[in-house]
């Protein structure tokens, strides 16, 4: 039985009986918490309204150490992040963000990097930044700080050095031409967006929510590629029946949207939050909701 104290984020609730609600806190002392907040859908509720998704505040409960739920004591509110809520793209792009906290990480397993990532994204997306941006700038970070950097450099399958002419990304980063044959869940990137990436990553946090990547000037990360296509739009054709036949033939390895231009959909519209199959596969289901971003998977999961 323990009283915890923690500056917290709201990442996501759920309506629990008649009147009480369950509350997922990503803290800064105690990582992933979830909570009962009593009586906190009741008109006068000692919570007001600073239960509501995003809002950061210091955070007080009581674990009493016979339930996953701790009791939710107090939450003050430090940043309520009310911008976040009244722009429908800032509230996607959060969303997307807070969801990823959410499914990426284990409860009581604290992590202030990652703590530290969340809440500069939720103040970038209520500046001037896209908000995609800063959910591809958020994304590409994620990874970082929870260990799965993509690697660059070389060919994950064959060691061979990057650059090659198309390379594909697979799990734990490029692979090259030949190795990308041999694993069908590897997916076309361009070369720009291997570059855009190192760059995003590479670069201080102000400099990736502004600098240019690679051609596209709309800043419009969904789209980068298909104004930089690595290949004809014959071969893109070619690519996207050969796709279509594999999703025929094997329908649980198919791509949910075949060809390059889905393979550059990370933070945009061809890419929504983390889908169900999170919960189902884990990182490796996960690498589809996540686009490039894509999990590793480990050697001990089957695919
Ligand atoms: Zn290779």
């Known amino acids: 039985m323990a009283l915890g104290k923690s500056a917290a984020v709201v990442i996501g609730s759920f309506d629990l009986g008649e009147s009480d609600r369950v509350i997922t806190f990503y803290s800064r002392e105690y990582g992933k918490v979830r909570g009962v907040a009593k009586a906190s859908r009741r008109m006068r509720s000692r ?11 210091q955070l007080v409960f009581f674990d009493t150490g016979r339930s996953d739920l701790v009791r939710v004591d107090h939450f003050d509110v430090l940043e309520p992040f009310a911008a976040l809520r009244t722009d429908l793209e800032r509230l996607g792009q959060a969303a997307w963000v807070v969801e990823c906290v959410n499914r990426l990480t284990a409860e009581h397993d604290p992590h202030a990097a990652l703590y530290g990532l969340l809440t500069r994204s939720l ?22 700080v929870l260990g799965h950097r993509p690697r660059l450099d070389r060919c994950v399958e064959c060691g061979r050095a990057y650059p090659f002419a198309r390379p594909s990304l697979d799990e734990g980063g490029v692979t090259c031409e030949a190795c990308a044959a041999q ?16 760059r995003l990553r590479a670069a201080r946090w102000e400099e990736a929510l502004a600098q240019p990547l690679g051609h596209d000037t ?10 930089v296509p690595a290949r004809g739009t014959a071969a893109v054709r070619d690519d996207r029946r050969a796709a279509m036949r594999h999703s025929a033939s094997n329908p649980r390895r ?3 949207s075949p060809g390059p231009v889905r393979a550059v959909g990370v933070g945009g519209a061809n890419s929504g939050p983390p889908s169900a ?5 884990g990182f490796a289901g996960a690498r589809r909701g996540l686009g490039v971003w894509g999990p590793i998977r480990g050697p001990h999961e089957e695919p």
């Open 277 to 281: 199959t999170v919960a189902r596969h």
């Open 47 to 57: 919570f007001g309204g600073a239960l509501e998704l995003f809002t950061l505040g």
């Open 254 to 256: 198919a791509p949910a």
């Open 218 to 227: 709309t800043d419009r990360p969904a789209d980068a590629h298909r104004e």
């Open 123 to 144: 103040r970038a997306l209520t500046g001037a930044a896209t908000p995609p941006r800063v959910a591809v700038c958020f994304g590409a970070r994620c990874l970082d």
């Open 183 to 198: 694993a069908p869940g590897a997916t076309a990137i361009s070369p720009a967006a291997v570059a855009a990436l190192g």
